[in-house]
C-alpha cells in the first residue's frame, strides 16, 4: 500500500505542468553556517539524525528558516550552483522542521492527511512554510523547482525524506562553492551503500528511487550507464535491475 501510495504520489506530482513562482529579485544568497553547525552536531556521518537534539536547538533551527524564508533565490542574479544549494537545504531544512514539530513518529508517512480522490494531498504537498511570503510545500521544491528548473539528476541523492530507505541526510550544508563535489560524493555514497543498493555484474537491487524518477536518470543514457558512472562495481549493459522494498521508517 505505502508503494502504492508512493508510486501515485510521484505520478501525479510528476505530471504536473505548472512551475513554481517562488523566488524573488535583489536578494543575495543567505550562509548557510547555522544549518551547517546544526548538521554536524545533531547528525552522524552514516545519516542518523538525532532529532531530540535538533528539538533542544529549535529556536536556532527556526533562526536559519527565517533567514531563508526572507532570502529566496534570485535567478537573475544568483548562480545556478546558488540556488541548487539553497534549494536542498531548505528542502532538509523544512523536513528536519516537519518531523520535530510532530515528534515522536515512526515515519514521515504517519502525517499524512486522509486522501481525498482526486486531490491525492501527502504530507509532501502540505503547506507549512513561507519562502519570500509565498506558501509552500515540500512536494513544489522538489517537483516544481529542483526536478522542473535543474537537469541535475544528483539531487535525488541529496535531499533527504526523512526515512531510513532515503539517502542519507548529509552532515554538512550543501554550497556553492563545492557543490559539485557535494553531490558527486552523495551519488557515490548512496549507489555504493549495500543497504540501500546491491549491484553485482550481473544483477542489481536498487533503490525505488531509481524506479520513480527513473526518467530523470535516463535522459542522456540507460539506467545502467548512469549507476556505471558512480558504482564501484560495474554492471554488465544486458544486467538485470530490480528494485528493492522502500523503508519509510524514521531515519534516527
Same mark, same amino acid.
Given at each position: 500500500?505505502?508503494?502504492?501510495?508512493?508510486?501515485?504520489? #510521484?505520478?501525479?506530482?510528476?505530471?504536473?505542468?505548472?512551475?513554481?513562482?517562488?523566488?524573488?529579485?535583489? %536578494? %543575495?544568497?543567505?550562509?548557510? *553556517? #547555522?544549518? /551547517?553547525e546544526l548538521l554536524r552536531q545533531h547528525v552522524r556521518k552514516t545519516g542518523e539524525v538525532d532529532y531530540k537534539g535538533f528539538i533542544r536547538d529549535k529556536a536556532k533551527l527556526q533562526r536559519y528558516l527565517d533567514t531563508i524564508s526572507n532570502n529566496p533565490p534570485d535567478k537573475k542574479t544568483w548562480s545556478e550552483a546558488e540556488?541548487?544549494?539553497?534549494?536542498?537545504?531548505?528542502?532538509?531544512?523544512? %523536513?528536519?522542521?516537519?518531523?520535530? /514539530?510532530?515528534?515522536?513518529?515512526?515515519?514521515? *508517512?504517519d502525517l499524512h492527511p486522509t486522501l481525498k480522490v482526486p486531490g491525492v494531498n501527502t504530507v509532501w504537498h502540505k503547506k507549512f512554510f513561507k519562502i519570500g511570503g509565498q506558501e509552500a510545500s515540500l512536494d513544489e521544491i522538489e517537483h516544481k523547482?529542483?526536478?522542473?528548473?535543474? /537537469?541535475?539528476?544528483?539531487?535525488?541523492?541529496?535531499?533527504?525524506?526523512?526515512?531510513?530507505?532515503?539517502?542519507?541526510?548529509?552532515?554538512?550544508?550543501?554550497?556553492?562553492?563545492?557543490?559539485d563535489k557535494q553531490l558527486d560524493e552523495m551519488a557515490r555514497a548512496f549507489i555504493n551503500d549495500p543497504k540501500r543498493n546491491k549491484i553485482s555484474p550481473n544483477r542489481a537491487e536498487v533503490s525505488q528511487i531509481f524506479n520513480w524518477f527513473k526518467g530523470d536518470f535516463t535522459k542522456n543514457g540507460s539506467l545502467i550507464e548512469f549507476l556505471n558512472k558512480y558504482s564501484s562495481t560495474k554492471l554488465r549493459p544486458n544486467a538485470e535491475v530490480d528494485y528493492m522494498k522502500y523503508d519509510w521508517s524514521l531515519n534516527e
Open positions: 500500500m505505502r508503494l502504492l501510495l508512493m508510486a501515485l504520489f #510521484v505520478f501525479v506530482a510528476s505530471s504536473c505542468q505548472g512551475g513554481s513562482s517562488l523566488g524573488a529579485e535583489g %536578494t %543575495t544568497p543567505p550562509s548557510h *553556517q #547555522v544549518w /551547517d540556488q541548487l544549494a539553497y534549494w536542498i537545504n531548505a528542502y532538509n531544512a523544512y %523536513t528536519v522542521k516537519l518531523i520535530i /514539530d510532530n515528534y515522536p513518529l515512526k515515519s514521515i *508517512q523547482i529542483l526536478r522542473k528548473q535543474f /537537469d541535475e539528476p544528483r539531487i535525488h541523492f541529496a535531499i533527504n525524506c526523512a526515512s531510513f530507505s532515503c539517502p542519507p541526510l548529509r552532515n554538512e550544508a550543501f554550497v556553492a562553492s563545492k557543490l
